[in-house]
């Protein structure tokens, strides 16, 4: 792989940004901030910090999506400081961890930065206001990376003591905890489908289902200390740069490794992005390189190979660049090598060899390709005899030289050969339930005794004649849940038509009630779901849409009368009506609302907090979120009463009332530090306090001082 273009600067590159389709954002080990003309790598503008980053293993630094705003820990690391981009002004600064500061971030939303320590403490500073907003739940140990999901709904932290924490930034509630890890987790990076990649230190990496908090699947092939993750074209692919300089690519789609050494770089790789527009991976490394590489390098070279037919070349070409398999011109190949194979069957089956490799002519120079037509041939090498046998009636030969050689069952002769025995054996059904013919039955299946998986059916049929009577009647009278219980305790009725055409229906079924469905038909819509409950395959999917669809009715019905306590209740319970524009309205409310109350917690005002979210006091499910921000607004009032000296008694009653209602959570452990700082000859002993838990929190629990 060569690059489509590079430059290099004196400092290492630690962060890479593309702001649009222009610029991108270049950040250097001293914090020189630069804006490059993405097409031709001009400096346009450049800004110089002079912070040093001596260490830069983890997200030292972080933008704004729009990249108006930047944070970055101090140069001794006991700090970090949020920061306006164009006039270099300190917004805010985090100043309250316990040792060093590890890494930093920015959410997709631009609403918060974070900061995270060797303490393993988060904490999120709101931009708007400049305030601390909220703590995120503690590691036991450091915090070594965190990352965000694209529409920033979510934020992971990866940690020292092998877990991973989820947090709800939407909802200000901790989602999951994910354990899999058996070494520290170094990196993270959020997929699409709600997925999540983690590598330990040990260099085991991990696919996550967010959705269930359980392993997808272990990435293999990591040899190497991971640096850098992106993800590219259309989140096909995931890079992860190395220490040593390598770039390893995995397809997300089959979880397989498509190259260990995709690119291979001089120095460690300390910053990657993907251009989506130009198909180009930017790589940055500690010696101050900057790489941008076409990842379909090659392509019309490709495409022009195949026009030409030369097959062999464009084996090659995917030998140097295995991404080409990915192109439009690589499935075109492989539609026209599908094709050969089956014009090759064709001629085999007609008995017509030098035809069938005159075919694989062009492809015979790729090994793979000749492989597998020298097998294809070797396949048909019997087939004169198995069509021999056909033509004789020699059924048993025949069906046993089908099963030696798999291929002929792909063949007409053989398809004809099955259709007879469909047609044979429907007839001795027919023979064997009237008493007066059941010898015919036995006569038209002689021929297929001595075939084993026919034979297995013969027996069945005869020894549960009246089995497949009850169940063939039940069919005809519509009792689908008699029909399966039957099947349930007769497996071998699968291996009938009947059962086919059953599993056809409900097929049918299906794709009827998903059409009216779209067209807006509810109501009949519900009467085929409600058939369908009878059926295995559907049960539990038709239930649920039923049930989403009742919701519906009630949710739009709610929104008319005005009942927005059922209408957030209908909300929690059904994801489709999360989706809808009135659903999609009231949750946009609840999380501007939610956001306003956070915003007067920060300032210590309870009657505030009141006024924003009294509407939501009688739904349930956000208990947890108004208890959140209420547990920050009671935080801010012990602070002021520490900065205002208020008396100590009063201020150990207020951390009691504190850990009664929520228990002994992080910001009450930090605040207690700073409590007995000031005052030292307090007695007050945390931990011996009656404990209260955030999931046991009330509405009746809310008070408007904590220190009363």
């Not at 300190?90 to 590890?102: F, L, N, Y």
């Amino acid at each position: 792989m060569n690059p489509t273009k590079r430059s290099n600067f004196d400092e290492a590159i630690i962060y890479t940004q593309i702001l649009n389709s222009k610029t991108l954002l270049v950040v250097d080990a001293f914090t020189t901030i630069k804006y490059l003309n993405i097409q031709t790598l001009s400096v346009e503008d450049e800004s110089r910090m002079n912070i040093l980053h001596p260490r830069y293993s983890t997200k030292v630094i972080s933008f704004s999506s729009n990249g108006k705003y930047f944070a970055s820990i101090s140069q001794d690391a006991k700090e970090s400081k949020l920061y306006d981009t164009k006039d270099r002004k300190i917004i805010a600064t985090v100043s309250r961890h316990q040792g060093e500061v590890s890494c930093v971030g920015i959410d997709p939303k631009n609403k918060y930065m974070f900061s995270c320590g060797d303490d393993g403490m988060i904490y999120g500073v709101d931009i708007s206001t400049a305030q601390l907003a909220f703590t995120l739940p503690r590691h036991v140990d450091s915090v070594n990376d965190i990352a965000f999901s694209s529409e920033g709904n979510f934020v992971a932290t990866a940690s020292y003591d092998k877990n991973i924490s989820i947090y709800n930034l939407s909802m200000m509630a901790p989602n999951s905890k994910l354990r899999a890890h058996s070494a520290p987790v170094m990196k993270l990076q959020f997929l699409d489908k709600n997925r999540l990649f983690s590598v330990d230190k040990k260099s085991s990496a991990i696919i996550w289902d967010l959705n269930i908090s359980k392993v997808i699947t272990r990435l293999q092939g990591i040899h190497d200390e991971i640096t850098q993750t992106a993800l590219g074209y259309e989140n096909t692919f995931l890079f992860l740069g190395t220490k040593l300089g390598y770039i390893l690519v995995y397809d997300l789609n089959s979880y397989e490794l498509i190259s260990r050494r995709y690119i291979k770089l001089s120095s460690s790789v300390t910053a990657l992005n993907f251009d989506e527009a130009a198909k180009e991976l930017i790589i940055a490394t500690d010696s101050g390189d900057l790489f941008f590489y076409n990842i379909f390098e090659n392509e019309e070279y490709f495409t022009e190979l195949l026009r030409e037919k030369k097959y062999a070349l464009m084996s090659s070409c995917v030998e140097e660049n295995p991404l080409l398999k990915y192109t439009k011109t690589s499935k075109v190949f492989d539609l026209l090598w599908d094709k050969t194979i089956q014009r090759a069957k064709e001629f085999l089956e007609n008995s017509d060899k030098n035809s069938a490799e005159k075919l694989f002519e062009n492809f015979i120079v790729i090994a793979a390709k000749k492989q597998i037509m020298q097998k294809l041939i070797q396949e048909y090498a019997e087939y004169d005899k198995f069509l021999m046998f056909i033509k004789n009636r020699k059924i048993a030969l025949a069906y046993a030289l089908a099963n030696t050689h798999p291929f002929y069952k792909e063949t007409k002769v053989y398809k004809v050969m099955e259709a007879e025995w469909r047609k044979t054996f429907a007839l001795a059904k027919t023979y064997l339930l009237d008493p007066k013919l059941s010898h015919k039955a036995q006569e038209i299946l002689m021929p297929y005794r001595g075939i084993s998986e026919k034979t297995v059916l013969i027996q069945h049929l005869v020894q549960n004649v009246y089995v497949y009577k009850r169940f063939r009647d039940s069919l005809g009278q519509k009792e689908f849940k008699l029909s399966f219980e039957l099947i349930r305790q007769n497996p071998f009725l699968k291996e009938y038509p009947e059962y086919k055409e059953l599993i056809k229906y409900s097929d049918s079924l299906y794709i009827k009630a998903q059409i009216l469905l779209g067209n807006g038909d509810t109501h009949s819509a519900i009467k085929i779901f409600r058939v369908l409950l009878d059926f295995d395959d559907f049960k539990d999917e038709a239930k649920e849409i039923i049930l989403d669809i009742e919701n519906r009715h009630k949710f739009f019905d709610a929104m008319e009368s005005g009942e927005t306590i059922l209408a957030y209740n209908l909300l929690d319970i059904s994801p489709i009506l999360r989706d809808s524009e009135d659903g999609k309205r009231l949750q946009e409310q609840w999380e501007s609302d939610i956001q306003t109350a956070a915003e007067y917690a920060s300032g210590a005002d309870i009657s505030g907090i009141k006024t924003v979210l009294e509407k939501y006091l009688k739904i349930k499910s956000k208990n947890m979120d108004i208890a959140a921000v209420l547990s920050l607004c009671y935080i801010a009032q012990l602070n002021k009463a520490a900065q205002e000296n208020t008396e100590q008694r009063i201020i150990e009653n207020g951390i009691k009332n504190y850990i009664l209602y929520y228990g002994l959570t992080e910001e009450i452990r930090d605040f207690f530090v700073i409590f007995q700082a000031e005052y030292p000859e307090t007695k007050l002993n945390v931990e011996s306090q009656i404990y209260g838990s955030m999931g046991s929190w009330r509405p009746s629990m809310i008070v408007n001082s904590i220190l009363e």
